[in-house]
């Protein structure tokens, strides 16, 4: 699942959730990214042998005072 967005003025971080949202399925992803970064790519996901799908949320962090912003809400839905 590839994730692209605008630079955003502040900002030392972000960080990207997924959670598994097809039945029978447990995976749940939290990955930190660095503050530059404009795109990131989970790979992987669900053993690569089915499509899963998932609820993702990005969030960011404040460079002055290091502190993390909300989750976005709603979710983003998401297939791998």
Known sequence: ISFAWDP????????????????????????????????????????GTTSQSYDARIRTQ????GKWGAWSDPPIDVSS
Do not use: H, K, M, R
């Open 62 to 65: 404040d460079s002055v005072t």
């Open 8 to 47: 955003v003025v502040n900002s030392s971080g972000f960080e990207i959730q997924l959670e598994c949202t097809t039945p029978g399925c447990t995976e749940s992803l939290t990955q930190t990214i660095p503050g530059s970064a404009t795109s990131y790519v989970f790979g992987g996901l669900g053993g």
